[in-house]
């Protein structure tokens, strides 16, 4: 794993006139340099760099965390405000590859269209062409999620077709040709092809190596179909239909069926680090803190996930200095959403601890560690979505299936926690206290609020994910953030793009702003968001 680090960071120094279209010129210093890179290499860095927006931006949106702090930096999604210091970090994260390691450049969806066009034709390369294809797909999915309308179609063909200003295309037409890209490469895998050492998900320094391409094969198809699933369950406002469609074939060519085709990374904290994470321990931890909504769910039905994720801690200030933070659930309060930070010093707020609030925060020793691992596709994640398809007909089974694959992926999520640092095994008496509760226990005539509740709580560490289900699905049932009337009582609905776009691409950013409506905003609906 470390060897392979090391050369991402060697080939983030070449490949940096790459990360950006707007720097070609003046970066762009020896084009041809760039061929020698192998695009197994490429690959690798791509796997680390689709790192999200980190916790102020989605996941303060469907209010799992808050920073309280309206001034200045801190001032973003908790008080309304469309700044760019949190609206930027999705697009360099996936689109120009900023940050995947310890902040250096290792490429994001443009590295993988380099690899691309090193890889061409080799018939000797198909099984890794396909994965790229698909990890490719995987990205720009979630940048047409946070965005809508973003370069695709000329994105990261500044050296290859010098198209240093590429336009910006349609949503729905990049997730027609994304539904496309993710069937052709997963039907060309192959267990007769190549096999991909370099792998970081399913190679030789995958957290359990593979070290064949039959098994190598077999693993990333389930990742295609999967991702596909969940492309699929993206129409069910706007095209019930072409939900359905897609969720069969999904489901017949094959999903995820247990943990051990989970995609993450893990991270040494040294080398690699949880970037996201960072910030939590690093930049005034007193800002942080775990929001209402979110706490009072997992108070509310004893969640055994709960000690693994909050905590109350001695000195918020600083939290890894506490050898033993407060765990227990009923101690766990969230801080109320859109409230300001000088008003939580008051009744009827929960006033001061240490230096800062007497709230909880996100446990910083497991799943908000440094070295908490990425998961960024899980078959907990899938097994809810296919819940939610059997509920809604689109696969066999109905309510009973729903209901098998409901519990599967709230249990799948809870076995992923001994995986993180300082985690654990959650009990089976545990679990199935858990699947009984009341509040919890699937119910055929709440079963939508149900699975995507859960749906929720399973992403509480994928912010992208969480928020893109919340706005598709409706669930879980949040009240807006009143703090102010900037989004009209209702919640943010896309990230506006950087500031630099305006300047930088000017021409095709304003495109684009005219095609989405003639405001770049925080309320605009990408196509998918049916009202």
Known sequence: MKKIINQIFLISSIFLFAGCDKDFVEVNTNPYAITSVEPQLLFAGAQRSFVGAGWETENTIVQQFVNPFDAGATKGPNFNADIDNFNNARWENTYVGTAPLNNPTTGGVKSLIQALYVIGDNPKLTNLKSMIRIWKAYGFMELTDTYGDVPYFDAGKAYTE??????????????????KELKEA?????????YVSADLFFGSHAVIPITNATDQVAKWKKLGYSILLRLGMRYSKINPAKAQALAAEA?????????????????????????PNVNLVNNNPRFYYAAEPFVNQLKNTND??????????????????DPNP??????????????????????????????????SQLNVKTVASQTAPTFWVTYG?????????????????GDAAAKTYYEAGITANMDTYALYPNGGTISGVAKAAYLADPAVLYNPADALRLINTQYWIVNIANGTEAWANFRRSGFPVLSPNLYNNNLSGGFIRRLSYPDYESSNNRANYTA??????????LTTRVFWDKP
């Open 162 to 179: 010098n198209i240093p200003y590429p336009k910006y295309d349609d949503d729905a037409a990049i997730y027609a040709d994304l539904e």
């Open 186 to 194: 997963t039907a060309a895998l192959s267990p007769a092809g190549d």
């Open 251 to 275: 489901f017949a060519g094959g999903v995820m069926t247990s943990n051990a085709d989970n995609v993450f990374v893990k991270y040494d904290g040294t080398i690699a680090t949880n970037v």
């Open 304 to 321: 055994p996930r709960s000690p693994f994720i909050v905590a109350k801690f001695a000195d918020p200030s600083n939290p890894l200095a």
């Open 326 to 359: 407060d765990l227990t659930i009923a101690s766990q309060f969230g801080v109320p959403v859109g409230v300001i930070s000088d008003a939580l010093s008051n009744p009827p707020y929960r006033g001061t601890r240490g230096g800062g609030y007497n709230y």
């Open 381 to 397: 994640q899938t097994s809810l979505l296919l819940a939610e398809a059997a509920k809604m007909g689109w696969i066999p089974g």
């Open 512 to 521: 684009a702003v005219q095609a989405i409506g003639g405001t770049d905003n």
